[in-house]
């Protein structure tokens, strides 16, 4: 047994122990009694000290009387011979039907560990596989991006929340999911917000396994006649890259050369993208040089762009298959990158602004090589 209870120092543990010297004090006791407890008797408790007191000198005035103080009354009954004897307490203010079962007070800093013979109550999850698991998976939401991930590759969906309003609209996903044992919950904007981490999850947020990039000699494998590869070096931008993918999908373009292919599975950019990062193929870049000679080599032709030098690109010609090189917003191409350049072009405009965000910048080029080449 145990309790608690808060003094001046804290909280108090206290433990309630049987005590050992029980038997011990009954034999010490040197008056002479015939009557001898049985082990499934209890000891009388709640008397006053007063009334234990008066008891115990009726005891000693009848003592060596088997009847007791009833003898004195004249009582023929004999006294019962298998009354329990209460214990002699170990504390004087206990009285004389003191509870054999001690009381210890221990502080929290001396509290043990309990043993629970190996078993925590916790699974254990080692964490270099946590730490794995997190690196392979993402959160994707917005309904159109879910839609489309879900028409794509449900597969890689892990788990999934919706909150009331959208359901009906993804009846075929729940069906699914439930039909697969995939793990999905219908929650409240507030519970959707801390799912997804953000305030515009659209309704609906899938915890996903990320796909993985591919190297450039896997993509060169499959490629069409008429293909057309963007490359982006530094664009991080994760709403930038969502638009990216947007107009890539809409103008028919396939291959995406990224130095991280994680950044295209974030939540943010696959949102942005509304739909079309299904449509997508990450390419790794290492080394972003080498992999733009892998499809030189190819038969490629590399066309690098900039917002203040080149061919003004309603006078430039667009081969049919090239790759599509763009750089960061505020330094544009490195200078390597720039030389790697077949043709450079340029986009005209007022020069009131210094350049367009590249994610514009990437859906104008897009346009221009659509109408020369596919339309």
């Not at 145990?2 to 008056?31: H, I, L």
């Not at 659209?202 to 494998?221: E, H």
């Not at 997508?280 to 499809?295: E, H, Y």
């Not at 030189?296 to 430039?316: N, P």
């Amino acid at each position: 047994m145990n309790d608690s209870f808060s003094g001046k120092n804290g909280k108090v543990k206290v433990m309630y122990v049987r005590s050992d010297d029980d038997g011990d004090n009954r034999n010490n006791d040197k008056r002479p009694s015939n009557n001898k407890g049985r082990p499934g008797d209890k000891p009388r408790t709640g008397s006053r000290p007063d009334d234990a007191r008066r008891n115990e000198r009726r005891s000693t005035d009848t003592r060596g009387d088997s009847r007791g103080s009833d003898a004195r009354r004249g009582d023929a009954r004999p006294a019962r011979r298998d009354a329990p004897r209460p214990a002699r307490s170990d504390r004087d203010d206990e009285g004389p039907y003191s509870s054999p079962w001690k009381t210890v007070s221990r502080a929290p800093d001396d509290e043990s560990a309990p043993d629970h013979g190996g078993i925590s109550g916790k699974s254990f999850i080692d964490p270099e596989q946590l730490r794995r698991q997190r690196q392979e998976e993402t959160r994707v939401y917005g309904e159109n991006a879910c839609q489309a991930l879900f028409a794509s590759r449900p597969d890689s969906i892990v788990r999934a929340w919706f909150v009331q309003s959208v359901t009906p609209r993804f009846r075929e996903a729940l069906r699914w999911m439930a039909a697969n044992r995939k793990a999905y919950h219908v929650v409240e904007d507030d519970e959707l917000a801390k799912a997804s981490g953000t305030e515009h999850h659209g309704g609906v947020c899938f915890l996903i396994k990320k796909r993985l990039g591919l190297d450039a000699d896997t993509y060169l494998q499959t490629a069409p006649a008429k293909d057309c590869v963007l490359a982006l070096e530094n664009v991080g931008n994760p709403h930038n890259l969502g638009g990216i993918m947007r107009s890539c999908a809409h103008f028919g373009v396939n291959g995406l050369i990224v130095q991280d292919p994680a950044l295209l599975e974030s939540g943010a950019a696959v949102r942005t993208a509304e739909g079309g990062a299904e449509h997508i193929k990450a390419i790794s870049a290492d080394n972003f040089l080498d992999v733009l000679a892998s499809f030189r080599k190819a038969g490629y032709t590399t066309v690098t762009t900039s917002s203040h030098k080149g061919t003004v690109l309603g006078k430039a010609e667009l081969p049919a298959k090239m790759v599509l090189v763009l750089g960061e917003e505020s330094d544009g191409l490195s200078d390597s990158a720039w030389q790697q350049g077949d043709i450079n072009v340029s986009i005209g405009g007022t020069g009131k602004v210094e350049s367009l965000n590249v994610s514009v910048a990437t859906g104008i080029l897009l346009a221009d090589w659509w109408r020369q080449n596919k339309a």
